[in-house]
């Protein structure tokens, strides 16, 4: 409370009737200063008592959600917002007297789609519990803008991709150039041509051609947008079964397979077929990099609001000065390389909204950790299950 309405309240006896007249203005229009402030904030706010009743809903809260017609006066909360699944959120959520933070709820609204997140607080006043904050946020504008962004680094790397191209082509180029010209000398030339000569430009510009193939289809492959389709998925089903279909590979290799992966992972929203790809291109790197032999550990484990998993082998490394290009399109420390592998394994992993990180030692192996976002949905579960251990 106001220390001045404090003071007052403790002189109220004593006050004449104009100057509680003058009291009750003061706290008036304080009260609609508050209610101003709360009005032109852009998140709708909606303030309930301990038994869920509406004490208090702003501007925003009405604009923000589908709430019902008439006032909110005299009613519970969750028959005061019209959305379905918001509203049974929220009841569930006072009820069974929790905070949630940032849970996220998409609307459709009209043929847009918003993206609404909404936090539950308890309203705390001297120590105790007098109701409950609900704010809710339009985060569809945040969203797209994240979205925006994600295209922009991808633009730019694609820019880095052109260039690499660029540079890819003109050594088959000039070589096609030297060997044509050779052929041209050969056939101007006076006396006999040397079929045989010829005929080794040719292979030479054959080869060339098929080079100059092969990095623009690696291009393509790389440029294409990805079409990402995110479905629920078990990750250790999905490890386990590229893992199944790359296991004669290994064995051919001499290459021992450990797994640990965590049991009872919540789902999480994977685009099977290019996350598949992804890991394909890590474990070929490592069978590559163990050519005697060696050991390739999976791993998934749960670690937060995130699943990590982990791809290990025990091969020939990484010199720190090469670690910070893998990632580069047309890096390649290989006779045959595309330097392709690894910007795919980036690209799919950023549409997941995940993060790749590579740790490796020279001549002691390399860690390749991967880690994917649980999506809200699940995290609550998760949070449900926890609380369950703990009864
Ligand atoms: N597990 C690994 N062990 C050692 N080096 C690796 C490993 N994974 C990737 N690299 C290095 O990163 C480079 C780029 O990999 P990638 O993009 O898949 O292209 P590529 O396999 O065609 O060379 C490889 O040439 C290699 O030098
Ligand atoms: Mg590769």
């Known amino acids: 409370m106001r220390k001045f309405i404090a003071r007052a309240l403790k002189k109220l006896p004593k006050l004449d009737k104009a100057q509680i007249h003058a009291l009750i203005y003061d706290l008036a229009s304080e009260n609609e200063q508050l209610e101003v402030v709360l009005n032109s904030m852009n998140d709708g706010v909606i303030v309930a008592d301990v038994e869920h009743y509406v004490l208090f809903a702003n501007k925003a809260a009405e604009r923000v959600v589908p709430v019902a017609p008439g006032d909110w006066y005299d009613r519970v909360i969750w028959d005061y917002i019209q959305d379905p699944d918001i509203s049974s959120f929220v009841r569930e959520t006072l009820v069974n007297q929790e905070s949630v933070m940032d849970r996220e709820f998409t609307l459709d609204n009209n043929g847009f789609t918003r993206i609404l997140s909404c936090s539950i607080m308890p309203l705390v006043r001297n120590g105790q519990i007098h109701g409950s904050i609900l704010r809710i946020e339009d985060i569809s504008e945040k969203r797209g803008r994240e979205a925006r962004l994600r295209r922009a680094e991808s633009l730019a790397s694609l820019t880095t991709l052109a260039a690499g191209v660029a540079h890819e082509i003109k050594n088959p180029l000039g070589s096609i150039g030297i060997h044509i010209q050779l052929i041209q000398r050969a056939l101007n030339g006076q006396g006999e041509i040397d079929r045989e000569a010829i005929e080794n430009n040719l292979n030479v510009i054959n080869e060339e051609i098929d080079r100059l193939n092969k990095i623009v289809v690696d291009f393509l492959f790389a440029v294409r947008p990805m079409d990402i389709n995110l479905e629920e998925r078990d990750l250790n089903a999905v490890v386990g079964d590229l893992l199944e279909f790359v296991q004669p590979e290994l064995e051919q290799a001499g290459i021992q397979l450990e797994r640990s992966f965590e049991p009872d992972l919540p789902t999480l929203n994977l685009d099977e077929k290019h996350f598949k790809q992804a890991l394909l291109n890590i474990v070929k790197n490592a069978i590559a990099a163990m050519p005697d032999g ?11 609001e995130m ?17 910070g290009k893998i990632f580069e399109p047309y890096f390649t420390t290989k006779d045959f390389g595309s330097g392709i592998g ?20 020279e001549g002691k192996g390399t860690t390749f950790t991967i880690t994917l976002p649980i999506p809200q949905k699940e995290q609550h579960l998760l949070s449900w299950k926890g609380e369950d251990d703990e009864v």
């Open 294 to 304: 060696g050991t390739l550990r999976v791993a998934s484990q749960l670690s937060g």
């Open 307 to 323: 699943v990590v998993l982990r791809i290990s082998d025990n091969g020939v490394g990484i010199a720190d000065d090469v670690l």
């Open 342 to 361: 690894l910007t795919l394994v980036y690209k799919v992993i950023k549409e997941h909204m995940g993060d790749i990180a590579v740790i490796s030692e």
